[in-house]
């Protein structure tokens, strides 16, 4: 699939997308010798950048790409001119990370000012000094991206969950999805069935606790520490204690007698689903309005395995997460709003946003995911 069968409404194809790779200082040269500076959303630009000129290499690149001409003393083209001004002037950055137990890839896209115009890519490999910048892309690209990565397999059919979790109940809802991962791989690799069905506070502090050193992305708490960097994973035995108490009350947990925890038929069949989780992404954008400056986000965390998938949200210096199960058709709903607000920064006259915050309400959510306001407190924008 490529951007035109995915986008068919946006008319012409873009031009050729061409890739230059230069330093963070080179690029702050390019744009310093053009009297501009980076824009509050050119993330890679990290103020305090000294600038440089270009190297050779780089210079010959920018020509080769078609973003300075080829003359003794090289000028700027029409390509090169539009993407000094976006990183000079963003309006909207789409960020997305996306990945398997095995590998991960990171994709950052910037726009200027003009409704469905060209969009920027730029990328950085871990342990690389250079940024790798394309352009140009289609308004929606890392939405593309992203269908593409989460369609496969087939999941017919929801499990029943749409609930509201705060930081320590989610972050104790990880440590149980990780239990069950290292549960399952045990009884695996011993050539037996899973017996233990119960879990406890120590386990998911365990759990927890190996999450943050191993980096493994077949586990959970790894993953989220890449798609939720501001959810905190340190959290202590009340913590995990009061997360019960909340999985408990939404039917995740239920409660023995003896005070142990077992799962619920809800969270058993999100675990035969789910673990292992074969796709994870992690997906944002963000807008500023030219006119008062307002910069507003929307972020959204998606993990699917063979048999359900989990749909994540959660307002950037919020507190909770909304978390709620779809199929193959609320995926497709999904990406759909994502693609209207990542080519325009405002959701479809279709898309249902919250009638409090004017929050995207993506399919059969059960409240907002920002202000909390009930899905009858809803309208069109």
Not at 137 to 162: F, K, N, S, T, Y
Not at 249 to 256: A, F, K, M, P, Y
């Amino acid at each position: 699939m490529n951007d035109r069968e995915f986008l068919p409404e946006q008319g012409a194809a873009p031009a050729q997308t061409t890739a230059v790779r230069m330093t963070r200082p080179e690029l702050a040269g390019l744009l310093a010798a053009a009297g501009l500076q980076p824009g509050s959303l050119a993330f890679p630009l990290a103020p305090g950048v000294a600038p440089i000129e270009p190297s050779p290499d780089s210079r010959r690149a920018l020509v080769e790409a078609g973003w300075f001409e080829r003359k003794e003393t090289p000028a700027l083209t029409d390509a090169g001119r539009t993407v000094l001004a976006i990183l000079s002037d963003p309006v909207h950055r789409t960020d997305l990370v996306m990945g398997t137990a095995s590998w991960w890839f990171t994709w950052k896209g910037l726009g200027g000012q003009e409704r469905d115009g060209p969009v920027l890519a730029v990328s950085e490999a871990p342990g690389d000094d250079r940024l790798t910048l394309s352009f140009p892309h289609r308004p929606g690209h890392g939405v593309v991206l992203l269908a593409q990565h989460l369609r496969v397999g087939r999941i017919e059919a929801p499990v029943p969950l749409d609930v509201g979790l705060d930081d320590r109940a989610f972050t104790t809802w990880l440590g149980v999805l990780d239990d069950r991962v290292e549960a399952r791989l045990t009884a695996a690799l011993d050539r037996t069935p899973v017996t233990r069905t119960s879990i406890e506070a120590d386990d998911v502090l365990a759990m927890l606790a190996e999450g943050r050193t191993s980096g493994h992305l077949g586990w959970q708490v790894p993953v989220s520490m890449m798609v939720w960097p501001d959810l905190g994973t340190h959290v202590g035995l009340d913590d995990v204690r009061s997360g019960f108490e909340q999985l408990v009350g939404c039917g995740l947990l239920v409660s023995q007698p003896d005070g142990r925890h077992e799962l619920s038929e809800v969270a058993m069949a999100l675990v035969d689903g789910l673990v292992p989780v074969v796709r994870w992404a992690g997906f944002s954008h963000t807008r500023r309005e030219p006119a008062t400056g307002t910069v507003t986000t929307e972020r959204l965390v998606v993990r699917r395995g063979i048999g359900a998938m989990l749909v994540e949200q959660r307002a950037l210096g919020g507190a909770s997460v909304a978390v709620r199960s779809i199929d193959d058709l609320g995926l497709e709903s999904l990406i759909g709003a994502l693609d209207s607000t990542a080519r325009s920064g405002v959701p479809a006259a279709s898309t249902p946003v919250c009638g409090q915050c004017r929050a995207v309400l993506h399919a059969e959510a059960g409240f907002c995911h920002r202000c909390g306001a009930p899905v009858d407190d809803r309208s069109s924008p």
